[in-house]
């Protein structure tokens, strides 16, 4: 299914690199964070959404 699976840390990843891996659906993934996780508990410290 082309997808891929990271251990927390294991690769460090900017916010660019998550926004490049995303690719096109990184503005959906910014929306759903903001709507289903507005209280940031979700992967906060590897700050994928970082100022998303």
């Known amino acids: 299914m082309g997808g891929y699976k990271y ?10 690199d998550w926004q490049q891996h995303s690719g096109r659906v990184w503005g959906n993934l910014g929306n759903a964070k903001r709507r289903y996780d507005p209280d940031n508990l979700l992967t906060p410290s590897q700050g994928i959404f970082a100022n998303c």
């Open 7 to 16: 251990s927390v840390n294991a690769i460090p990843f900017s916010k660019k």
